[in-house]
Antibody, heavy 120, light 107 residues
Framework: QVHLVDSGGGLVKPGGSLRLSCAAS????????MTWVRQAPGKGLEWISY????????YYADSVKGRFTISRDNAKNSLYLQINSLRAEDTAVYYC?????????????WGQGTLVTVSS | EIVLTQSPDFQSVTPKEKVTITCRAS??????LHWYQQKPDQSPKLLIK???QSISGVPSRFSGSGFGRDFSLTINSLEAEDVAAYYC?????????FGQGTKVEIK
């Protein structure tokens, strides 16, 4: 069965960096678009970024453009999010989610999320 | 950016009552609209894809409809396990966006 495991979150000071990971299993990872979505405490869902199956196409939300970098390693069935220049408003649970074979497909499986807390 | 506006923000419902949540897009998105359920302290779960297509394993009391700018999610005969936040999501254009969410509780 499809399984996504998010990791890498933690407490970081403003201006700091973290690398989030998402380990995928139970499906052919290299066939699927992958997406990162975040949720600030007590708030709704915010789409952050997606990456195509080969990694050749990437999009970011304006709120993270220039500070966040999405990447993937299909040989390791893993998705990554490098987050730099962290701000208090980046505090959130970060979820990876599986897309389809096309960029416009729904997000059909989600990881359990990893909490990033930005505080001095 | 396409803005999705859900209504209502919060709904308190008695068991077995019918629930309808609407989602309006700021511009036409065809059927590129999906619905998710997020129970407390859990990850979101896909309920309905492409406006009205059912998902395997999701109870048949959940259904979706709409096209263009106006969409709705209906829960026929609410059960206690349906207490959750519900979100619409558009994949018509990037950046993809979510509605602000609708919280459903049992009265």
């Amino acid at each position: 069965q499809v399984h996504l495991v998010d990791s890498g979150g933690g407490l970081v000071k403003p201006g700091g960096s973290l690398r989030l990971s998402c380990a995928a299993s139970g499906f052919t990872f290299s066939d699927h678009y992958m997406t990162w979505v975040r949720q600030a405490p007590g708030k709704g869902l915010e789409w952050i970024s997606y990456i195509s199956s080969t990694g050749s196409t990437i999009y970011y939300a304006d709120s993270v453009k220039g500070r966040f970098t999405i990447s993937r390693d299909n040989a390791k069935n893993s998705l990554y999010l490098q987050i730099n220049s962290l701000r208090a408003e980046d505090t959130a649970v970060y979820y990876c989610a599986r897309g389809g074979y096309n960029w416009y497909d729904e997000l059909d499986y989600w990881g359990q999320g990893t909490l990033v807390t930005v505080s001095s | 950016e396409i803005v999705l506006t859900q209504s209502p923000d919060f709904q308190s419902v008695t068991p077995k009552e019918k629930v309808t949540i609407t989602c309006r897009a700021s511009q036409s998105i065809g059927t590129s609209l999906h619905w998710y359920q997020q129970k407390p302290d859990q990850s979101p779960k896909l309920l309905i894809k492409s406006a009205s297509q059912s998902i395997s394993g999701v109870p048949s009391r959940f259904s979706g409809s709409g096209f263009g700018r106006d969409f709705s999610l209906t829960i026929n005969s609410l059960e206690a396990e349906d207490v959750a936040a519900y979100y619409c999501h558009q994949s018509s254009s990037v950046p993809m966006t979510f509605g602000q969410g609708t919280k459903v509780e049992i009265k």
